[in-house]
């Protein structure tokens, strides 16, 4: 089968959606398939191994970045001659499309309210990227939707009507090459790196810190009890805006904002937690990443992890980005918990990461692509007779 695989950024560089798109590529490619990856870019280490098509973008505004990049991506499908073209971001028209990034309808509602809400929803960049998913939900072209959790099939269902026989679940994947246990032997060697020597080391990783819930986090740091605990921030957010606030919480020399890292596996490795406050996203996958290295993980009921937490085994949930409260308990919880207990969880954190490798979510992926094949295949049957 040729299968073209469209999403904007290619990276290993980045986490998520990015490293997402690799991982199922070089998946793709191991079960035997050709893989063309169509974006905007791509990690230049990364085209020794991936075909990759370029796509050109209007570099203009944030919503005519969008809107140009949905449809020449398109374009260039669809001169290819694939049996299949996946979609991994907001594309109408694509064969199947993988909701990758937070569904913006939603992300709308949650992140903004009364009349901030209606304002965004006039902003041309939110208007853009709406009009996009109408397109891919509530268009006939696309055959299949996959979604990292059950949370999305009812938001895609609620919003836009998706039927439930156009709907597939497809837990995200981990590269288990990468993200294992066997991280935690350098632990000492990253608190050295950090200066911290052997406190407790709570883990934060992302990108979009506001989304995230970092603020949430910060200030349950400043209320644990845990006063020699730390917290390392992974990732190029608006670190400058929330050093001040750590500092506003006397917390300042508590926090490592680190920025962007190689070899991220040995940092979740590290860490006593990994907490993730989430307003809302369909699968964070750090989550899936630091159980794989033993690491519970702590991660809000509004998100798609949800259905990865295993309350009080693998990890635990809050009720949402804003339960500061919540947060705090859970964290002083946890580091007061024996170490045997501790061992525990963190086996249970790896069996749950075991069950989720890269390949199985190739494989089931692959299946997907194979019923719209044999949809189309029946079609042009009966369309024939």
Not at 187 to 197: F, K, N, S, V
Not at 202 to 223: H, S, Y
Not at 248 to 262: N, S, Y
Not at 281 to 290: C, G, H, R
């Amino acid at each position: 089968m040729h299968m073209a695989v469209i999403r904007k950024v290619v990276s290993l560089k980045k986490a998520g959606a990015e490293r997402y798109a690799v991982n199922l590529s070089r998946q793709l490619k191991k079960l035997g398939h050709r893989v063309t990856v169509i974006g905007e870019s791509i990690d230049e280490e990364l085209l020794d191994e991936l075909e990759f098509l370029p796509v050109r973008v209007r570099n203009t505004t944030s919503w005519a970045k969008n809107q140009s990049f949905a449809r020449n991506a398109l374009a260039v499908a669809s001169r290819g001659g694939f049996d299949i073209v996946h979609g991994l971001s907001r594309v109408p028209g694509v064969d199947t499309f993988r909701l990758t990034d937070p569904l913006q309808a939603h992300w709308l509602k949650v992140f903004y309210t009364g009349l901030s809400g209606r304002l965004q929803g006039m902003n041309p960049r939110h208007r853009t990227l709406l009009e996009l998913e109408r397109g891919i939900y509530q268009g006939n072209r696309t055959r299949r939707i996959i979604v990292q959790s059950s949370l999305d099939a009812k938001l895609i269902q609620d919003y836009f009507g998706v039927p439930a026989e156009k709907i597939r679940l497809i837990r995200n994947g981990v590269d288990l090459q990468t993200f294992h246990f066997g991280t935690r032997q350098s632990g000492q060697d990253i608190r050295e790196e950090l200066r911290i020597g052997d406190v407790p080391l709570i883990v934060f990783a992302g990108m979009d810190f506001r989304r995230k819930g970092l603020g949430t986090l910060l200030e349950g740091m400043g209320r644990i009890q845990s006063k020699s605990a730390k917290l390392l921030v992974l990732g190029d957010g608006a670190i400058p805006e929330y050093e001040r606030m750590a500092n506003r919480l006397g917390i300042g020399d508590r926090v490592i904002f680190a920025g962007r890292r190689q070899g991220i596996a040995r940092y979740y490795g590290a860490a006593d937690l990994f907490v993730l406050p989430t307003v809302y996203e369909p699968f964070p996958n750090v989550n899936l990443e630091a159980m794989a290295c033993g690491t519970p993980a702590i991660t809000t009921s509004t998100a798609g992890g949800v259905d990865l937490i295993d309350e009080g085994n693998n990890g635990y949930l809050i009720s949402s980005a804003y339960a500061v409260e919540e947060l705090t308990n859970t964290i002083d919880y946890h580091l007061a918990l024996p170490s045997e207990e501790i061992e525990r969880m963190r086996g249970c954190c790896v069996r749950t990461a075991e069950e989720f490798p890269v390949e199985r979510n190739a494989r089931e992926t692959v299946a997907v692509f194979e019923e719209v094949l044999a949809e189309r295949k029946n079609k042009r049957t009966s369309q024939a007779a």
